[in-house]
């Protein structure tokens, strides 16, 4: 036991080692990542210039802005490449070698993305943040908020992971890997509410979005983040939801991947 | 047809020390050392002539090549293709040549190798006579219609180098720079390749430049050698003297005698002191001279006298043999005075 | 060489690019249909995302009326003609990407060294007509053509016929130019795919009107990565009938054009041909 855990463990190391040889482009990743926030916050904060004062959802003007912005910085924490490169590896094929290794391929993945989730956090997410603090007010949490927040990231994290490597699955069947993760992205950009904030949605898109798993990425954390939940029990309830949605689209992986290795052995005879 | 002189290539390498303290004091202040992959490298090449560029890993060959097809310009020294500087002329210098870089497909990864020969043919504006005339042959000899409208990327190494192979001599081009076109080639398409290239050569008086690491693809295409070693030329002449640089000789004999194989063994050793001799098949032995010490006249005499020899024969020497020497500093020039 | 020898010569060469680009793009069409499983995958990819940010739209006119002094249907009628300059340009010049990705750091380049075309020409001409492209085309017409025909804009005037296309074509140039000079970064450090994709989503900025954005941000989109004339500014005087900063816009797009393509001159004396 303590041996396999030293085994992935190593994989982490690797990650690491890899995420830091390639340290120069996380500076172009805080640009790239300033920029796509500051499209949606601008475009939002536009409607609050205008004179009739709207109050979309409930929002004030710096939480909208917090909200829009800690959402954005999800999003990248989110897009940690897991399903480009999974499908990469069902087309080359390198995903038979992978097989053969003395290591669960999903696990071994989850340990690969792990170090780019902690850099992406250290060297993008808290920079920008940094920058949009220094631009807008903002609604900061209080203690507690900010711990359920952290719990609810954390979740959010590992869903993002199935969730992508579900759609990388998809090269088994089509190699056009750019068309379904950029569908991947708006489905999920539209439905966790990292657009638009649930609460602002029009009643038939929020109705859609309850029924979806993706709203326990964003709109869950978010919400904690900003306090928007009556009492203790509801915030509890929140974290809950999005646990058992969590657990759901993990066990749909396990699934899916199994079904993929047998098929997988099917094809390479 | 082609002219290098005191052809130089440096390249600036940049040392990043390792760590991240080192990776972004590189991004303010980058520390390089001057590398010189080719050093003053002079040759000529006749038109119509057959060269093998030849040289150990990282002696300079690609680069000399990539400079005569003008992918890089020299640091210092000109070369010609034809009276035109590749790297000043690209344009009119690529129309010219044909070119193969085993390693790095010329192709359209995602098209079909007819899609892409038609392609080629537009680019290069050849008519259709000799587009005609010049598919029929690579039908034939490289089975180009096997390869069918696979993509170019699915194909295997060695159907891919047919295709390449094809793509360079669509256009019938003055001269051939092919670095590695046999790779991933089985021994009967490496056979049709050589034919391919030495019709061209007959008929069209196709001026060759070719590098392999396979030494039966130059002996059976080249005249002529150009060696480098370290970025310099060591040798410059036909296979012929290249091969009479050898500094060791072989001679394989059998004999009726009774004499059992370690005898012989003995016997020769002790009568021509120097040399090694070994078991080679079917009772034969092989002897192993120094050009330096024997001639062949003197090891044929004492094998002649000693034994009652039923079959005797000089192998060309070993292509592999006289590089390794010429690589390792070059043969002892007092060597080929002493030989008769 | 006198100009009688050049005129000639330049003539012949430009037939002969033409004649290269019309083979090329029919070449090009045969690959879409053989592979049009993935061409509609990534056509459907694109469509689901511009309804998804026309949702977008909708949604905060649900709360405001106008948003700058812009209504839905003209924001609508931005965001598609904001396409059309894109998508034309990805039609043509999206293997830049791979310059700045790959080609370089493996030495891959090397090939397009080899053939009697020019570099830049060589480069594109790798593949025409990118489906995505075309969705894009597809979807900012239709977008242009319901917001125009709600807002009455006169789509089938002689000015809108003549200015339209050539506001496209300039605002493509524009696109195609900063990808090239993030391209051209790539000969001097091997791999600029980042830049290029940081690049492409400030672009992002030019599907609403920039009056959205801070006064520094509508500079630098003005005037330094100068997206607000591939949309904002065209669109502006096609709602109004007033140029405005449109006469700006053939100055811009020949100072984008010429620095790209000096950078992208002095990139190629740079290659080096890296890998074995």
């Known amino acids: ?269 | 047809m082609i002219r290098a002189e005191a052809l130089t290539k440096e390249f600036r390498q940049h040392d990043v020390k390792p760590g991240l303290l080192g990776g972004l004091g590189a991004l303010f202040r980058r520390e390089h050392r001057l590398v010189r992959a080719v050093d003053g490298v002079t040759f000529t090449v006749p038109a119509g002539a057959k060269v093998a560029y030849i040289g150990p890993n990282g002696s300079g060959k690609s680069t000399t090549i990539k400079m005569l097809t003008g992918v890089v310009t020299p640091t210092s020294g000109r070369c010609t293709v034809g009276g035109l500087e590749p790297y000043r002329h690209r344009r009119r210098n690529a129309r010219r040549i044909g070119v193969v870089f085993g390693q790095r497909s010329q192709l359209w990864w995602d098209l079909s190798v007819p899609d892409a020969l038609r392609i080629l043919q537009r680019i290069y504006e050849v008519p259709d006579p000799v587009y005609r005339r010049n598919l029929a042959l690579f039908r034939e000899l490289l089975d180009l219609d096997a390869l069918g409208t696979t993509r170019v990327g699915e194909l295997s190494l060695g159907q891919r180098m047919r295709a390449e192979i094809a793509a360079s001599l669509l256009h019938d081009p003055a001269v051939v720079f092919w670095d590695e076109p046999t790779i991933g080639l089985d021994l009967a398409f490496k056979r049709a390749v050589h034919e391919l290239l030495n019709r061209a050569n007959r008929e069209l008086g196709t001026t060759v430049l070719l590098t392999s690491h396979d030494l039966n693809d130059i002996a059976a295409i080249c005249d002529s050698t150009v060696i480098l070693s370290g970025g310099r030329v060591v040798h410059e002449g036909s296979l012929r003297a290249l091969l009479d640089r050898a500094a060791h000789r072989y001679t394989i004999f059998g004999h009726a005698g009774t004499l059992g194989t370690a005898e012989t063994i003995r016997t020769v050793e002790e009568a021509l002191p120097g040399v090694t001799a070994t078991a080679a098949d079917e009772g034969r032995i092989r002897l192993r001279y120094d050009v330096a010490r024997w001639s062949s006249r003197e090891v044929l005499a004492t094998l002649l006298t000693r034994f009652e020899v039923t079959d005797c024969y000089a192998p060309e020497p070993d292509l592999q043999d006289v590089l390794g020497e010429l690589y390792a500093g070059g043969t002892p020039d007092d060597a080929r005075a002493v030989r008769t | 060489m006198n100009r009688a020898a050049t005129a000639p010569a330049t003539l012949h060469g430009l037939l002969y690019y033409a004649g290269l680009t019309w083979f090329l793009c029919r070449v090009s069409l045969r690959r879409l249909v053989t592979y049009r499983a993935d061409f509609l995958l990534g056509a459907i990819g694109f469509v689901v995302r511009t309804g998804v940010q026309c949702l977008l739209i909708g949604i905060v006119f649900n709360w405001v009326p106008t948003l700058d002094g812009w209504t839905r249907d003209e924001v609508l009628f931005l965001f598609g003609f904001a396409l059309l300059p894109r998508g034309l340009d990805r039609l043509f010049t999206d293997w830049l990407w791979f310059v700045a990705g790959r080609l370089v750091y493996t030495g891959e380049f090397d090939r397009y060294l080899v053939r009697p075309l020019r570099p830049l020409y060589s480069i594109v001409a790798e593949r025409f007509l990118w489906p995505d492209g075309a969705a894009e085309l597809i979807v900012g017409i239709s977008l242009v053509g319901y917001a125009g025909h709600r807002l009455d804009v006169p789509l089938w005037s002689a000015g809108t016929l003549v200015v339209a296309p050539l506001c496209v074509l300039c605002g493509a140039l524009i696109y195609a130019s900063v990808k090239l000079l993030c391209a051209s970064l790539a000969f001097w450090v091997l791999i600029s795919h980042p830049t290029m994709h940081a690049a492409n989503q400030v672009a992002e900025f030019a599907g609403f009107p920039v009056g959205l954005y801070p006064a520094p941000f509508q500079w630098v989109l003005t005037w330094v990565l100068p997206f607000a004339f591939t949309a904002t500014v065209p669109v502006a005087y096609l709602l109004s009938g007033e140029p405005g900063q449109l006469v700006w816009l053939p100055v811009v797009t020949a100072g984008a054009v010429a620095v790209a393509l000096a950078a992208w001159t002095r990139g190629l004396a740079a290659y080096r041909s890296t890998g074995n």
């Open chain 1, 1 to 269: 036991m303590a041996g396999s855990v030293v085994r992935y463990l190593a994989f982490v190391g690797v990650g690491f080692q890899s995420v830091l040889r390639y340290r120069a482009s996380f500076f172009v990743s805080v640009a790239t990542t300033a920029t796509t926030t500051a499209v949606v916050v601008f475009l939002w904060r536009a409607v609050y210039q205008h004179p009739s004062h709207p109050a979309p959802g409930g929002f004030t003007l710096p939480t909208i802005t917090t909200y829009l912005l800690v959402a954005q910085l999800l999003i990248r924490l989110h897009d940690n490449r897991v399903d480009s490169e999974f499908a990469n590896d069902i087309m080359t094929g390198n995903i038979a070698v992978a097989l053969a290794r003395p290591a669960r391929y999903p696990l071994m993945r989850f340990c690969l993305a792990v170090p780019v989730i902690v850099a992406d956090l250290l060297l993008v997410a808290l920079p920008v943040l940094a920058l949009f603090a220094w631009l807008f007010p903002l609604r900061w949490p209080g203690a507690a908020d900010l711990a359920l927040f952290a719990v609810a990231a954390a979740c959010s994290v590992v869903l993002a992971f199935a969730v992508n490597l579900i759609t990388g699955m998809h090269a088994i069947v089509t190699t056009n890997t750019w068309g379904v993760t950029l569908l991947k992205t708006t489905v999920v950009g539209l439905f966790s509410g990292g657009l638009v904030p649930t609460d602002a949605m029009p009643a038939p898109l929020a109705h859609a979005a309850a029924l979806l798993p993706f709203r326990s990425m964003i709109d869950t954390p978010v919400r904690l983040f900003l306090g928007r939940y009556d009492t203790t029990a509801d915030a509890l309830r929140l974290l809950a939801h999005q646990a058992l949605w969590t657990a759901g689209t993990v066990l749909l992986c396990a699934l899916l991947w199994r079904r993929l290795v047998v098929r997988i052995g099917v094809l390479r005879g």
